[in-house]
DNA sequence: TTATGTGCAAAACATTTGCAGGAGT
DNA sequence: ACTCCTGCAAATGTTTTGCACATAA
């Protein structure tokens, strides 16, 4: 997919932008299709996907290749790590400070042009762990 | 899939784990399947993928949850940290040591129980990154 | 002997794509 | 008008699964 400078700014995109700024729980597509088809029910999951890459190759949103089966998507564009549960697959965004001075130490210990990275904590949130708990008890 | 006491080694399981442990490239499974079929001509893929995930599962093997479309297998299990080429989608391990204490600051940032962590680099590999410069100067 | 594993093929998912008609500029 | 975009459906790529037969213990 190309990114041209005459991109429209058309109904499906306008809306699917703002259903996804509306959520913290970096949906797949097919979650962002679900909510978009609320307001445009006639919408296609092929224009869902086209614009989610469309966006996020323009740096309009963020596409989170993270653990799971699904791609994820992000409003949220400034650089911020992840953790995701091992259970239910939720994930969440974790406030901590981005190490920009590790792409360096990378850089020099590999034959690579490091570019970025990404940092993914794995865990189990509270409400599996609640479940968790529980189970053991019965 | 369930890990049972009584796991058999079977012909099959015990190539996978030799053509994996060959290799230091985290293949994907048809990679895996493709291998194994020089020596088990008759070997079915469905296997090499039920034999990864069990292997995965019992701790014997890596499951990598990279970027990209397909899951990669790694038969070294010490923590460590990888690399990826945005251009050929080649997998390299970094030899950088593992940050250990970091689990804990997210688990005061989160709500989740932190079980670990996965750091993945990405930029160009010297190759495609050579590709580049020549495609540059034509 | 018997539970476990395999090969094969079909199914299940996630994602991409071709195309004819629709819409923004 | 002329692109670019959409909906639809079909195609593709990856992984999982059902089942009859095979095999390790």
Redesign the interface.
Known sequence: MQLTPQMRLTTQRQIILEELGKVTTHPTANEVYDMVRKRLPRIGLGTVYRNLELMAESGIILKL????TQKRFDATIDPH?H?R??SCGKV?D???PVMSD??K???D??????????????????EC?DMDEKQLVN
Chains 1, 2 share one sequence.
Do not use: K, R, T
């Not at 290749?65 to 799971?68: M, T």
């Open positions: 290749e993270v653990g799971g790590y953790i549960c091992l969440d974790i406030d901590m590790i792409n130490a990378a850089e210990l590999s034959q690579y042009q490091v570019l970025g990275h990404h940092i993914e904590f794995s865990g189990l949130c509270s762990n």
